[in-house]
């Protein structure tokens, strides 16, 4: 996933300075730290792999020694990464990235996503435990995790699934499931585009 929001930046469909100033504060950051983190992203943009000091400063109008300082957190907390590399004349030169801070964002999408998640299974068995006036057995629990994280079934989709199953004499979470198959089948007939796009946005997110 790293790697698409790298491409996605590349590509300009993505704005790295956006994705800064809307999540450092979430990790570890202080705002001279994220300005600095935005002008080194600028600085690879322009294919200027090296660092001059005094420039710098300037850039984020601190004193020389402040904007050490401000380097060297970011060194520490591992937003910046200094490295050497050998050119194609056999050179030794340095360059560094600022991967790290894609990283964190996508470590922290997967968190939240997944805490919804979650909070939406105990929503949904709550619902399901409330109509069926009785707790659910652990298979059935299975099952919703199976809807909710597998299939991907939204907590609405599977109300309406249990209102329908309910007009049977006898509802029971098989006649649920069924009907979110049924329901997921006839979501696949749609036209080929947007089960591609689907597709693929479950394959990048997973990468």
Not at 158 to 167: L, R
Not at 183 to 191: F, G, N, S, T, V
Request: aromatic share 10%; charged share 35%.
């Amino acid at each position: 996933m790293r790697h698409i929001l790298k491409k996605l930046i590349d590509d300009n469909v993505l704005d790295f300075k956006g994705l800064v100033l809307k999540y450092y504060h979430k990790f570890d950051l202080n705002e001279r730290e994220a300005i600095a983190l935005i002008k080194l992203h600028t600085l690879l943009e322009e294919k200027q792999q090296i660092i001059k000091p005094k420039k710098f400063a300037q850039w984020l109008a601190t004193s020389p020694a402040e904007t050490e300082k401000i380097l060297n957190n970011l060194i520490t907390k591992g937003y910046l990464n200094i490295h050497l590399y050998e050119d194609d004349d056999g050179k030794e030169r340095e360059s560094f990235n600022v991967d790290y801070f894609l990283i964190k964002v996508v470590e922290h999408l997967k968190h939240d996503y997944e805490t919804q998640q979650k909070n939406d299974t105990s929503i949904v068995i709550d619902f399901l435990e409330d109509m069926f006036k009785q707790p659910l057995s652990q298979l059935d629990y299975e099952t919703v995790k199976q809807w909710i994280f597998e299939e991907e079934f939204d907590i609405d989709m599977i109300k309406d699934a249990t209102y329908q199953a309910f007009e049977n004499k006898q509802p029971s979470l098989r006649q649920i499931d069924h009907i979110l198959v049924n329901q997921l089948k006839d979501a696949e007939k749609k036209p080929a585009s947007n089960k591609d796009a689907l597709k693929d946005f479950h394959r990048i997110w997973e990468e």
